[in-house]
């Protein structure tokens, strides 16, 4: 059975930095995508970026773009979302999922999620 457990959330001020992870057990990562999302009050679970766990190809969506960065170790089945320059809109819960696509881009194509872990940037 596939677990995914993010760590890594907390608070921090506007401009600073946070890193995710996401250690994930349960099964052979290599034919899969991994990716990372966000949900704020009251909004969709939306899709920050993603990463092909062979061959580590790599996507983003455009807010993020330029201050989030996805990666992953695979000998430690661990993903990663490095964060900077972080806004106080970048506040919500972060969850990381695996998808057989992999380009999946969107909530439906991600099979098995994480818990989630909260992270609030203060202005």
């Known amino acids: 059975q596939v677990q995914l457990v993010e760590s890594g959330g907390g608070l921090v001020q506007a401009g600073g930095s946070l890193r995710l992870s996401c250690a994930a057990s349960?099964?052979?990562?290599?034919?899969?995508?991994m990716g990372w999302f966000r949900q704020a009050p009251g909004k969709e679970r939306e899709f920050q970026a993603r990463i092909t766990w062979i061959g580590g190809s790599r996507y983003y969506a455009d807010s993020v773009k330029g201050r989030f960065t996805i990666s992953r170790d695979v000998a430690k089945n661990t993903l990663y979302l490095q964060m900077d320059s972080l806004r106080p809109e970048d506040t919500a819960v972060y969850y990381c999922?695996?998808?057989?696509?992999?380009?999946?881009?969107?909530?439906?194509?991600?099979?098995?999620w994480g818990q989630g872990t909260q992270v609030t940037v203060s202005s």
């Open positions: 349960g099964r052979t990562f290599s034919a899969y995508a």
């Open positions: 999922a695996v998808a057989e696509n992999l380009r999946a881009t969107v909530r439906h194509e991600y099979a098995y």
